[in-house]
């Protein structure tokens, strides 16, 4: 409910909505108990968050470069587990 109020109200484009995002993908994909909907969700999340991180802040911003690491975390993990369930 606050995300997509974060984003009306300040714009997907403020700091805090990128954050509120970024925590947001990284709680699905650091749960033990993350369905391949939850992780296929975190990739997505992150993919938008940090090309738009990256156009307002610059590559070299630490929520960009944080967004990456966390970018290549979550798609280890899908992989993972998609691997898992074949």
Known sequence: KIMP?????????YEL???MRMSYAQSLYND???????LHEAVTLLEENER???RVFG???PLAMQMEHDLKKARAKLRAHEIAEA
Request: avoid cysteine.
């Open 59 to 61: 590559g070299a911003h």
């Open 32 to 38: 033990e108990g993350a369905t391949l909907d939850d």
């Open 17 to 19: 909505t990128i954050a």
């Open 5 to 13: 109020v974060a984003r009306r109200v300040l714009g997907e484009n």
């Open 52 to 54: 738009i991180a990256r």
